[in-house]
C-alpha cells in the first residue's frame, strides 16, 4: 500500500517561503513521475508542478512558474516543492501525487492522470 504523507505547511506572511516536503512509503515499483496540486475549498484541485523521475524533467504551471520549485531525492523517497515569493492567493491545501506510468505523454497536469495522492498540508499566507 503506497502511502504519501505532506509535510511543511503553515502560516507565513505575503514575500515569505516555505518548503513542503512528501515522503513515499510502501513502494514496491518503479515511478514515472510525482506533482504537487492545491486546492481551495470549493475549487477544484490546480496542478502546480510535475517531475519525470527517471531524467528530473519539470513542468510548472503558469501560476507559480519563477517561484517554485520542484525537486526529489529518491534515496529519501521524497519530493518536495520549495515555494518562495508567496502571496496570499496561494493559500490553500497542498497535495502531492505519484503517477506509476508513462502511456505517451512526457507531462502530466490532470488530477485523474495521478495513481496515489497524500492527505495534504495547509499552508496559509497573510497580507
Known amino acids: 500500500q503506497v502511502q504519501l504523507v505532506e509535510s511543511g505547511g503553515g502560516l507565513v506572511q505575503a514575500r515569505g517561503s516555505l518548503r513542503l516536503s512528501c515522503a513515499a512509503s510502501g513502494r514496491t515499483f518503479s515511478v514515472y513521475a510525482m506533482a504537487w496540486f492545491r486546492q481551495v475549498s470549493g475549487k477544484e484541485r490546480e496542478f502546480l508542478a510535475t517531475?519525470?523521475?527517471?531524467?528530473?524533467?519539470?513542468y510548472y504551471a503558469d501560476s507559480v512558474k519563477g517561484r517554485f520549485t520542484i525537486s526529489r531525492d529518491n534515496a529519501k523517497n521524497a519530493v518536495y516543492l520549495q515555494m518562495n515569493s508567496l502571496k496570499p492567493e496561494d493559500t490553500a491545501v497542498y497535495f502531492c501525487?505519484?503517477?506509476?506510468?508513462?502511456?505517451?505523454?512526457?507531462?502530466?497536469?490532470?488530477?485523474?492522470?495521478?495513481?496515489?495522492w497524500g492527505q495534504g498540508t495547509q499552508v496559509t499566507v497573510s497580507s
Open positions: 501525487a505519484e503517477r506509476r506510468y508513462y502511456t505517451g505523454t512526457y507531462y502530466y497536469t490532470e488530477e485523474n492522470q495521478y495513481d496515489y
Open positions: 517531475i519525470v523521475d527517471w531524467n528530473e524533467g519539470t
